[in-house]
């Protein structure tokens, strides 16, 4: 085997369980995302699911060793970070209408 | 499909489902030792495919921190989902980010796990228990409110969400397309193994992905335009096609 | 650099400049139309008044530099040249000067070029379309001043005088047609500028509809000039094959259509018979927009139109013949019913299109210097007399009719002076501009060769009568006699964009009033000291009044002295120009082109002058005696003439003959369609319809707007999917 440093230990079975580690956080991010009410839980789900992500690219990155997956992460988290200012952004406007975060009171807002 | 695989998945959805806040905390409590049950699961799990699936190399686990962290970042992922005060769950969402950042340096990437951090844990969050504390007008103490305490649909959320997971996972675990991991170990060979430091991410980010990170620059920026025209509190009713008054039909 | 433009020859030094003139124009445009609302807002006036005074500047040069050896001394100053170099510069000129700046489009071999195409035509053109603009934009600052979107009127502006510029200065058809649009989209904007009107968005749809049609002309004929002619340069259609005989007999059919439609082009846009119907409609707009777009420059454009094509037009006599014959038929319709008109504005609109009918007359019998200059002329006399009963509508506080005013000449001298004047050269007094240059077309007609040019003439002479009578009947009631002033006297115009409230106030003011004679009384005691003041208006507008009046005085002169040999400046000026046949039109002969007849033939000038003179005359007494001396007298006659005044009062009826011969069939047809229409859909399409309609019915609870179902509809269906790819493909 001619990988023998330590950074060889990276191995397929590692990179699945980064992977499967990936799929969970973004499932638990999934079921946030969809059984929360209200809008700010909703969105730190969608954060969950973003990290989860995230593993999974870096995981490659490392499995490849292509810095690939951690550009990807860092636009990752600049798409992150501009969601979750533009979305705050709107939740607060939302509450100054309604007066509440419940995300079915705006269920209204159908196309 | 592993029927252990099965087990866990099953387990962890029925812990996930009881622990969503419905106000009632014996339940809470219950999934939570029925989650224990299915990472415990899940792990012998991992362990016994390793063994079988790739018996050269399984001296090579993962080693302890990855347990450790991916632990950590798990249960305070459910954390999040399912406390029902927001505040708390920001709380959680900041441990499971130091914990990703973890497992970011055992993957050897320091600087983005400094960076998630920094922007997460530091910005982000921040932003996040701002807008919590502004928008709910309780706050920490008072009790959370009803559409925090009970959640919606939280069976079907579960049911969706871990058949996805489980079709994931599958796909993981047996269905393992060919070329993917065949394909990275000789690459990974190949390439030798010197350390991917932050040189080959800068070098990468500035000529492979220029343009790119110039756009995502417009886009902070776009952004931030916009979550100040969002958040202004009266938006002008512009007298903006010319002076005099306004016209009267 | 300095040196580079040294080296330039005196032509392309021209052709920069020219190309320079509708840059101004437009940067104003953007600058008012990005900076008006927030920043310049009152002051949106002054880039629109920089932009066309330095466009203006430009114009005067390329004028000069294209005069025929008559202003040797300014050129010689202004150029830096010797006095003997001065007077080489205007008659080395070739016959055009062209030159294409880039491209604005190209596809394969077909190129159309940004370039310019100067000759004596468009130099005038854009000389005097600029000039008058220039008073026009000062005018407008006063005029316009305080109301809503002032900003805007003054970036609509910018833009018809960049696109008024741009057709006048093209050197082919597509850039004209992008002229003539922008030209067309600016009149539709400004005529509905006060868009809470609705008879101001009427009329606003009405031009822009009845131009269509004359567009969609225009454009059917530059497509046929590029197949005929495979290109859309004035320089390569004019001086082309056109010039030879087998490519013209080989083109028959083509050489019919190409004029016929340019004529219908033409006629949309300079509202001669079939569709004025637009242009006294289109009086809803601002008062100096009337002036500018309606009266001096836009309407004019299908003068240049036909001028510029005259070579064209001259290998097909009948339709030039056409041009002429409707263009008189135009001028006397529009002067019967401005006889009858009881709105200052909608007199003059209707006089505006009767003297476009002169000039096409005098493009009919190829007299196209004479047009040109009547083009020229009147743009003076018009936008004088435009911009006057401006002054009147803004003083009268919006108030227009002629029977609820009187004797304003003790309120407004200065206007009254400037008004004057313009009824005397619109009434063709002798000395005054509109004389000049309407006797030109009028002995043009007379000496025709075509036999039609006589009779041309005569019904020329019987409107130039009416003329006269229907300028003085709206000056005498207007300015002299009692002083009776309407009851919204001295009140701001109100404005289409007031309030609500406010209109109603106007509206209850304006209602106490109905009784014509009590009009001085009640407006003394109620507004005594409003009375007092000058009606004038600030200084701004009556200043272009002063310079509109002075030039309506001397510029008819232009066509008497300053040219040579007997000439007048502008025709020795306008004699490069292929439009003309000399004073005698001769049918193009084999050889040649022009023919000059011979000067025995002519009726002599003078002859024709003191005709015109005296009807002028005549005219004016016919109105000084109905409408000043004996204005019961006029009543009597108009009963008399019941039913004539009447058919007068509503146009000829032609927006009625329109409405029920062309819009209600259509309107049937339409209804018929709608029938048939109905009866398919009933059938067929709504057995289509309602399958969808029950699907929907199935999938509608799932569109309940809550975000979790439709995440969890995506999210099951990508398991669903990855499931089936893994278990079915495999």
Redesign the interface.
Same mark, same amino acid.
């Given at each position: 085997m001619m990988i023998t440093h330590a950074t060889s230990s990276f191995s397929d079975p590692v990179l699945v369980r980064y992977l499967a580690l990936g799929a969970v956080l973004f499932a638990i991010g999934l079921v946030g995302f969809m059984a929360r009410r209200n809008m700010i839980m909703i969105f730190l789900s969608t954060e969950i699911m973003f990290q989860g992500v995230a593993i999974n690219l870096i995981a490659f990155s490392r499995y490849y060793h292509n810095a690939d997956g951690q550009s990807f992460v860092i636009f990752l988290l600049t798409v992150a970070a501009a969601e979750a200012s533009l979305a705050l952004g709107l939740v607060v406007m939302l509450f100054r209408h309604r007066q509440t975060l419940n995300v079915d009171a705006w269920s209204d807002m159908q196309g | 499909m592993d029927y252990p695989l099965i087990i866990a998945t099953a387990c962890g959805a029925i812990a996930l489902y009881l622990m969503m806040p419905r106000g009632q905390g014996w339940l809470v409590k219950l999934g939570a030792l029925i989650g224990v049950l299915a990472l415990a699961s899940g792990l012998s799990y991992l362990t016994h495919w390793a063994s079988v699936q790739f018996p050269a190399q399984h001296a090579g686990g993962p080693g302890i921190f990855f347990y450790a962290f991916a632990l950590i970042a798990v249960g305070s992922a459910v954390g999040v989902v399912c406390h029902p005060k927001p505040l708390y769950s920001a709380l959680y969402f900041v441990l499971m980010t130091l914990a990703i950042a973890g497992l970011f340096v055992l993957l050897m990437a320091e600087f983005i796990a400094v960076v998630l951090i920094i922007i997460y844990a530091g910005a982000i969050l921040v932003t996040y228990v701002f807008v919590i504390m502004l928008a709910s007008s309780s706050g920490v103490a008072a009790a959370a409110v009803d559409y925090d305490r009970i959640s919606a649909d939280p069976l079907i959320a579960v049911l969706v969400s871990f058949l996805l997971l489980g079709t994931v996972l599958e796909t993981l675990f047996t269905h393992r397309p060919h070329g993917f991991i065949a394909a990275g170990s000789t690459s990974l060979a190949a390439q030798g193994t010197h350390w991917l430091g932050l040189a080959a991410l800068g070098k990468n980010l500035y000529s492979q992905y220029t343009l790119p990170l110039e756009l995502a620059g417009v886009l902070m920026t776009i952004s931030l335009v916009g979550a100040v025209v969002i958040a202004r509190k009266n938006a002008p009713q512009t007298h903006m096609l010319g002076l005099g008054d306004m016209p009267a039909e | 650099m300095f040196q580079l433009i040294q080296q330039l020859t005196f032509h392309h030094k021209a052709e920069i400049l020219a190309g320079l003139i509708p840059l101004f124009p437009l940067a104003a445009m953007v600058i008012i139309a990005l900076f008006?609302?927030?920043i310049l807002?009152?002051r949106a006036h002054v880039p629109a008044i920089i932009g066309i005074a330095c466009s203006f500047f430009l114009a005067i040069l390329l004028l000069l530099i294209f005069d025929v050896g008559q202003f040797n001394g300014i050129k010689a100053a202004l150029f830096h040249v010797t006095a003997a170099q001065a007077n080489q510069i205007g008659a080395l000129s070739p016959e055009f000067l062209q030159m294409k700046f880039s491209t604005w489009i190209s596809a394969g071999g077909f190129s159309i070029p940004f370039g310019v195409y100067l000759d004596p035509l468009s130099v005038l053109f854009v000389s005097f379309v600029t000039g008058i603009s220039l008073l026009i934009f000062i005018y407008s600052s006063g005029y316009m001043e305080?109301?809503?979107?002032?900003? *805007?009127f003054f970036a609509y502006l910018s833009m018809f005088v960049t696109a008024m510029t741009i057709l006048v200065l093209a050197n082919n058809f597509l850039l004209v047609y992008l002229g003539w649009e922008g030209v067309g989209l600016a009149s539709y904007l400004l005529v509905g500028y006060y868009?809470?009107k609705r008879s101001a968005r009427d009329a606003a749809t009405k031009a822009f509809i009845v131009n269509r049609i004359g567009d969609t002309c225009f454009a059917i004929a530059i497509f046929m000039i590029y197949l005929t002619f495979h290109s859309l340069n004035f320089a390569n259609v004019f001086y082309g094959p056109l010039q030879s005989a087998s490519f013209r007999a080989a083109h028959q059919s083509m050489m019919f259509w190409i004029p016929l439609l340019l004529m219908f082009g033409a006629f949309a846009k300079s509202a001669q018979f079939p569709l004025h119907v637009w242009l006294p409609d289109a009086m809803e707009g601002p008062t100096p927009v009337s002036a500018l777009i309606h009266a001096a420059t836009m309407v004019t454009a299908g003068v240049y139109l036909i001028a510029r094509c005259m070579p064209i037009f001259m290998h097909d006599l009948p339709v030039l013949h056409l041009v002429g014959i409707i263009g008189t038929f135009t001028a006397f319709m529009a002067a019967t019913i401005a006889m009858c008109q009881y709105d200052l504005k909608r007199i003059w609109a209707y006089s505006t299109v009767s003297q476009l009918g002169y000039m096409f007359m005098g493009l009919g019998v190829a007299a196209g210097s004479a047009a040109v200059f009547h083009v020229f002329t009147h743009a003076f006399f018009k936008a004088l007399l435009f911009l006057s009963s401006g002054s009147v509508m803004h003083a009268m506080g919006g108030e227009l009719d002629i029977r609820k005013m009187s004797g304003l000449r003790k309120r407004m001298p200065i206007t009254t002076i400037c008004l004057l004047v313009g009824a005397l050269s619109l009434a063709g007094f002798p000395g005054w501009a509109g004389f000049f240059s309407k006797d030109e077309i009028l002995s043009a007609a007379m000496n025709s060769t075509w036999s039609g040019g006589p009779w041309l003439a005569v019904i020329g002479l019987l409107t130039a009568l009416l003329t006269a009578y229907y300028t003085f009947r709206a000056f005498f009631r207007v300015f002299m006699g009692d002083l009776v002033l309407p009851q919204t006297a001295g009140l701001h115009e109100p404005? &289409?964009? &007031?309030?609500?409230a406010?209109?109603d106030h106007d509206h209850h003011q304006a209602h106490g009033a109905d009784d014509p004679s009590q009009h001085g009384h009640d407006a003394h005691a109620g507004h005594g000291q409003q009375r007092n003041t000058s009606f004038d208006g600030p200084i701004t507008m009556w200043g272009p009044l002063v310079i509109l009046a002075i030039g309506a005085t001397l510029v008819g002169w232009l066509g008497v002295f300053g040219g040579h040999g007997d000439q007048g400046w502008i025709q020795s000026f306008l004699a490069r120009v292929p439009m003309n046949s000399g004073i005698h039109y001769v049918p193009t002969p084999p050889g040649g082109l022009f023919l000059p007849a011979a000067a025995a033939d002519r009726l002599s000038p003078a002859i024709g002058m003191s005709i015109g003179g005296i009807l002028a005359v005549a005219g004016i007494l016919i109105a000084l005696y109905f409408h000043l001396i004996n204005r019961h007298a006029a009543e009597v006659v108009k009963s008399a003439l019941r039913p004539l005044a009447t058919f007068l009062e509503n146009k000829w009826y032609i927006d009625e003959i329109y409405h029920y011969g062309i819009v209600k069939p259509l309107w049937y047809v339409g209804r018929m369609l709608y029938g048939v229409d109905h009866l398919v859909d009933g059938i067929v399409v709504n057995f289509f319809g309602y399958f969808p309609q029950f699907v929907g019915w199935l999938l509608k609870p799932t569109?309940?707007? *809550?975000? *979790?179902y439709y &995440?969890?509809g995506m999210?099951?269906g990508? &398991?669903l999917v990855?499931?089936g790819v893994?278990y079915l493909l *495999?």
């Open positions: - | - | 008006g609302g927030k807002k009152g305080g109301d809503y979107g002032y900003f *805007r868009y809470p404005s &289409a964009f &007031a309030l609500p406010e209109s569109q309940s707007g *809550r975000l *979790r &995440a969890i999210v099951s990508l &398991a990855i499931l893994l *495999r």
